[in-house]
């Protein structure tokens, strides 16, 4: 007997998807990712921003849709593809620039940069660049809030890669044996760094996996917002009322290369361009011009909007200051008398 | 002769059960998590009877899975509980090693001040019951590399006894290391005995002509040796360091400017290890109170063998650490 039983999201009744204001809302948060992420470009070229550089274009679908679904009291663990993740939970744009520009004004001081972005205040516990590495610790976070009584979740973002890891396959069995309020989120992109799914997993369908440890696992069209936004609100709901942990696979795809620092060797261009068809910024807006009347017009007052933003943050994190060598060593430990 | 049977004295293990029971009742924040910690009572039998006293949510059982199990300690950490993570080997904590280093360590540190991650890991180290390379290492030493976390070794029963509870405190990851030689062992406990202060080693003898400088399973060894040497005359002051991270290196220091000699004696391996940084450390800083080279009896360069007399040739053992504090006196 399982345990649990694996459902289709894309069977049965989810309810209408959200409104027109709705719609419009979601493609602006993507637009805000897509654009940042697109100065970050500029700014890497530049020599303003250094070091790995993970950008998330094409998988904007992702991060908005997901955090449709979260209040401020769940928690967010996460990869280092994560501006995209940050920017969704409400991290403002100037303090995610301002840590890629190395400045003490940057949500983790300068000492985190792009792969390291925290806010505790909006409970966001990174950008963890170990592979798999932040898994477990979303667990703990989901076994404080069920050992408390808090009608939480967790959400722990990862990659198709990190399927491959121990860590994964561990904290899933954990999870389940204890059912933890966790909601796995594999942003399966269908490439681990260079290699291609078919070439790290034996058995590529990833919710498969997931369900042989009693989670309820679906596989869900990742770059369609309205449809992640379903999935994850179907799964985190279940997820509070106690159904044990979700384990969601989000069919994506990034546009760009792992990282800045790859030449993207290993993809073909027309796998790429085939991909693009459906962006889903492209996707989304295509909906709203059949549905809601959206035009043009709506889009450049959009595109407007998030432009002002980025310039506002763009100016702000150049403004930040640079935390001196002095305080070098601060952060190793707790200061004194300030215990958590 | 009738009534009860005269209370044995208690063991390192009872000392270490004890603490981990006062601070469960103390602070509901606090829980036991580990392999067969609850309904088999500890590897060791360290927990033994807390499952029954504190119910499977606070001592809790956990799949064989290192890395996650370690990880949910860091998040339920960062989440406000204050667990206590027993991991039963130094050997087995390499597959937590990720978790311990990338995560536990760093936290604080990569998020500009905002993750504390205050977890207390447990675990066995050390060889002398011919368990063999996989059971018998002493990788303390690695662990006192890592900035960011707070390494202790107990080598008494009022270490024992009383370094959890300031573990616990810190908001700072504590990595405890109990000397699997050491649980059997019977002691008096000091009644007027206090919680530790983690900063500071201790001096366990005074003596005025070597400085003998270890610390854990040890320490004993140290102290027999300080005996032996006392028949010829030789008075060896002990100093245990106690806290491997971090290092306090003033009590050493102190004791070896007033006996102008050191021997350090560590079971783990001599290349890059523990004693090389203490003996650096006297060479740094203490170089002109020095009347001989500093020794070192430490570990052989060797994986733990199972044999008895291998694992005997392996460790330090008393009459090495007489002659090596033979020679530095001259």
């Known amino acids: 007997m399982t345990r649990r039983t694996a459902a289709d999201p894309h069977r049965g009744s989810l309810g209408p998807p959200g409104g027109r204001e709705h719609r419009h809302d979601l493609l602006r948060e993507m637009l805000r990712i897509r654009r940042f992420e697109e100065r970050c470009v500029e700014l890497y070229s530049a020599g303003e921003i250094r070091g790995f550089v993970h950008l998330c274009i094409g998988e904007e679908a992702v991060s908005v849709g997901v955090h449709q679904a979260l209040t401020p009291e769940d928690s967010v663990v996460t990869t280092y593809r994560e501006h995209g993740h940050a920017l969704a939970r409400g991290i403002p744009m100037a303090a995610v620039l301002a840590e890629m520009l190395g400045r003490v004004t940057g949500c983790s001081r300068g000492r985190g940069g792009s792969m390291h972005l925290f806010d505790v205040g909006r409970r966001f516990y990174g950008g963890h660049g170990i592979v798999a590495g932040g898994i477990p610790v979303a667990a703990g976070l989901a076994l404080a809030d069920r050992m408390r009584g808090r009608p939480n979740l967790t959400c722990c973002f990862f990659g198709d890669g990190a399927v491959a890891e121990g860590e994964f396959h561990e904290t899933a069995n954990l999870a389940a044996l204890w059912d933890l309020p966790l909601l796995m989120v594999c942003e399966n992109n269908l490439y681990a760094m260079g290699t291609p799914l078919a070439r790290e997993h034996a058995q590529i369908d990833l919710a498969a996996r997931a369900a042989s440890y009693g989670l309820v696992a679906w596989a869900v069209d990742g770059m369609d917002v309205l449809a992640v936004e379903r999935a994850v609100r179907r799964a985190a709901q279940a997820v509070r009322e106690g159904a044990g942990p979700y384990f969601l696979e989000l069919r994506t795809y990034r546009f760009r290369a792992h990282s800045m620092y790859d030449p993207d060797l290993y993809r073909d261009k027309a796998e790429i361009e085939q991909w693009k068809q459906r962006d889903p910024i492209t996707l989304l807006t295509d909906r709203m011009r059949a549905e809601d009347g959206f035009d043009d017009a709506g889009l450049d007052l959009v595109e407007k909007e998030v432009s002002e933003e980025l310039e506002r943050a763009v100016e702000e994190a150049g403004k930040g200051g640079l935390e001196p060598p002095e305080d070098l060593l601060r952060f190793v430990y707790s200061p004194a008398g300030e215990r958590p | ?330």
């Not at chain 2, 050390?126 to 018998?136: I, K, V, Y």
């Open chain 2, 1 to 330: 002769m009738t009534g009860a049977k005269a209370a044995r004295e208690p063991t390192y293990r009872d000392a270490l059960r004890e603490a981990l029971r006062e601070a469960l009742a103390a602070d509901e924040r606090v829980f036991l998590m580990g392999e067969d910690v609850g309904r088999y009572g500890g590897a060791f039998g360290v927990s033994l009877g807390l499952l029954d006293e504190f119910g499977p949510d606070r001592v809790r059982d956990t799949p064989l899975s290192e890395s996650a199990f370690v990880g949910a300690g860091v998040g339920a950490a960062i989440a406000g509980l204050r667990p206590i993570v027993e991991v039963m080997t130094v050997n087995f904590s390499l597959l937590a090693l990720d978790q311990i280093l990338n995560n536990a360590a760093t936290l604080l540190h990569m998020s500009g001040g905002q993750v504390a991650v205050p977890l207390v890991i447990r675990m066995t180290t050390g060889a002398g019951r011919q368990l063999a390379a996989q059971h018998s290492h002493s990788l303390e030493g690695w662990y006192a590399h890592i900035p960011g976390i707070r390494v202790l070794a107990p080598a008494t029963l009022d270490d024992a006894r009383y370094m959890l509870a300031p573990a616990l405190a810190d908001p700072d990851p504590v990595v405890i290391f109990e000397h699997g030689s050491l649980y059997n062992v019977t002691g008096t406990p000091d009644p007027g005995a206090a919680p530790v202060d983690l900063d500071s080693a201790a001096v366990r003898r005074a003596g005025s002509d070597v400085t003998l400088i270890t610390h854990g399973g040890s320490l004993g060894k140290a102290l027999e040796a300080a005996e032996r040497l006392a028949t010829d005359s030789i008075e060896a002051e002990v100093v245990d360091l106690r806290t491997l991270r971090p290092l306090d290196d003033a009590t050493a220091l102190a004791s070896v400017a007033r006996t102008h000699r050191a021997v350090v004696i560590d079971e783990g391996w001599r290349t890059a290890g523990l004693s090389a940084e203490v003996a650096a450390r006297i060479a740094e800083q203490g170089f002109y109170d020095l009347d001989a080279p500093v020794e070192r009896v430490c570990g052989a360069e060797v994986p733990v063998p199972y044999a008895r007399q291998l694992e005997e040739a392996a460790l330090p053992q008393v009459a090495g650490i007489v002659a090596a504090a033979r020679r530095a006196v001259g």
